[in-house]
Nanobody
Framework: QVQLVESGGGSVQPGGSLKLSCDASGRIFSIDGMAWYRQAPGNEREYVAGISRIGNTNQPNYGLAAKGRFTISRDNSKNTVYLQMNSLKPEDTAVYYC???????????????WGQGTQVTVSS
């Protein structure tokens, strides 16, 4: 079974930094893309950043809130995605979820998988 596990969350002061990690394991033939979403209490789940393979390169994309502050990267050989978060603000407080679009086998259709999330809290 496919499993995504996030780590690296915690509590920081405004202006601080955190680096999140997500490891994908299990029956995985190929991963088309990985992404980070977040959800604060009472809010909808929000796209933060994603990275996908185009040719032999990893192409990053960012949501509006992440531009200029967050950096997404991926280690293809390890099926791991990272999110470096700088200049954190109180409004960044949320549970951050890892997402992967992948094929389990050569004949499988593409499907979405989600991790359990890691809490990020930004406060003074």
């Amino acid at each position: 079974q496919v499993q995504l596990v996030e780590s690296g969350g915690g509590s920081v002061q405004p202006g601080g930094s955190l680096k999140l990690s997500c490891d994908a394991s299990g029956r995985i033939f190929s991963i088309d893309g990985m992404a980070w979403y977040r959800q604060a209490p009472g809010n909808e789940r929000e796209y933060v950043a994603g990275i996908s393979r185009i040719g032999n390169t990893n192409q990053p994309n960012y949501g509006l809130a992440a531009k200029g502050r967050f950096t997404i990267s991926r280690d293809n050989s390890k099926n791991t995605v990272y999110l470096q978060m700088n200049s954190l603000k109180p409004e960044d407080t949320a549970v951050y979820y890892c997402n992967a679009v992948l094929k389990e086998t050569t004949t499988s259709s593409r499907a979405d998988y989600w991790g359990q999330g890691t809490q990020v809290t930004v406060s003074s």
